[in-house]
């Protein structure tokens, strides 16, 4: 079923002191689904949802909604409602008065309110929390205060700025699944910045990838996963192993020393290419009867699997495996056609994908908010 | 219905004392002994007696002759107040829409003033607005009339604004200045054009800024003495005028200046009781109380 445009961006740019935030950015989004901007802080990914929204205007380019030109239009005049990093929720009204405030600047009738105020703080489980004050309310409650007060308000599109980068892990992960059931019971269009590729891919309809200020990839979760355009994709989404190689021709790639056969067709004959092996997608054989082999020079026992730091012709791999094995052990490595994913050169070739020094840390490290 | 456990500094919440906090208390509490609690009984105490050390109501009683003064005094101090919260509030406004340097430039504009002393700065005005003073001169050096600025009501309330119009600026803009501008931006993207943000919104959020600026102009215009003794006419005499004169200029009379203090004093008290219904005890509205 082909759903109409909702917002698109058309060439849009912006720049804050000679320095670029977006860079010709181009992007359609489609009708009540829940998409994300997915990147790390800086990529330009609120700017975009700033633009959006109207608090902040294109140096170039132009925003449609439902195919007008809105450039001029300011916040308070689109159909668009946003929830705020942290959540912005007015500390002199109580839970119902902050649900309730836009609808009462529209100058609503006021049985409508209580009606639509009940309604939306049943479909948030905040039912009983009309009287309270929003200060007193814990982190997740001030977010659904939050979502409350602008679902109410029906908009067509919903934009979300890092709504759950204040609450701890278990908490995101019920809002995580309460925000995906809103919206599918809504049918609004939802736009989702975060930078946690985990959230990005559990939630999302359509993933947006961006960094320096450009759009990267534009995909399903699956799609982003398994099919990454570059070398920025693969590493920023799940763990990946890029490999230089060369694609011989259609179906056939040079890496690690070995052909291999892959599934990957349209390149140029004998073009250097990225290739992406997914950490989970190795397989581990005894040393001698893979098709490479490697040295394990790390294993950490991860609980439900193994995560091995394999040494292969001087690249260090990360291999995810249910077997145990011990440093030090040498082993061979089988990679199925459907494993290997091969990319074009991009500019972040080389820059990413090599576990040489790695370590558990520095995947953890907390990212600063935007 | 359940208070916020989080009590910012200043409010009214009691705490339990403890043995600590006393002794860090102790340095004022003596102060306040000595030079609020003591005097305030003197002055009830000098209300209440005649010259003989006798008790007697006739201080009070006898006030009644004065009532026109309390009236105008009153008039005077909420006209003036008013006029500060009219001309500070849209100040304070805009001001914090400024950037962080030229906020502070403002901000010192605000308070330049305050570093010359009451008696000078008023002097100095009636200087620039006597009938031969500067403003008259230059008028009519034009060639247009002299225009009578000076020993008129209007210049006793021009005087009292002059004076304390920094005292309704600073807490306004203070409390204004830390509203969280992405308040205004989640109005806005609710719907609020530039006018409802201001009345939806920082309105409320700036009461009490408001409520302390009008208590901080409001309490020494009632009282004010110098002021409207130096630029008001022979009938804009204001009950701190009374109360001055009954101390030194005539016959010492210091039980009608005690009871015309106290009369005041309850004036003020109510007064900043009603104004503080209009605030919770959060947020520091209540700072001065």
Redesign the interface.
Known sequence: MEKKNIIELKDVSVSFDGETILDHLNLSIQDGTFVTFLGRSGCGKTTTLRII?G?LQPDEGDVFFDSKRINEV???KRS???I?Q?Y?????LNVYENVA??L???KAPKEEIAAKVSETLKLVNLEGYE?R?V??LSGGQQQRVAIA??LV?RPSVLLLDEPLSALDAKLRKDMQVELRRIQRETGITFIFVTHDQEEALSMSDTIVVMNDGKIQQIGTPVDIYNEPKNAFVADFIGESNIIDGIMNKDDTVTFAGHTFVCVDEGFAHDEPVDVVIRPEDVDVVPAGEGMITGLITQATFKGDYYELIVEVKGFKWMVQTTDAYAEGQTIGIVLDPDSIHVMHKSEYSGLYGDYSSFSDEEETAPEAGE | ??K??TVPVGTRRKKLPTPGASILNAPYLLWAALFIIIPLFIVVYYAFTDANGNFTTENMSGLADYTSVMLRSLWYSLAATAICLLIAYPFAYVVCKFRPTSQKVANMFVTIPLWINLLIRTYCLTTLMDNNGLINQALAFLGMGRLPLMNNTGAVIFGMVYNYLPYMILPIYNVMSRI?P??L?????????AL?RVR??VM??SLPGVISGIIMVFVPSVSTFYISAKMGGTGDYMIGDLIENQIHAQNNNLPTAAALSLVLMVVILVSMFILNRFTDDEEGGSMLV
């Open positions: 929204a608090f300011p916040p308070h668009v409602n946003t705020f942290r912005a929720l007015f500390p002199h405030f836009g009462r600047v529209k009287k004050k200060t007193n007060r602008a308000n | 219905m359940k916020n456990t969280d992405s308040l931006e989640a109005g806005e993207d609710l719907g609020c054009n409802q939806r919104i409320p959020l």
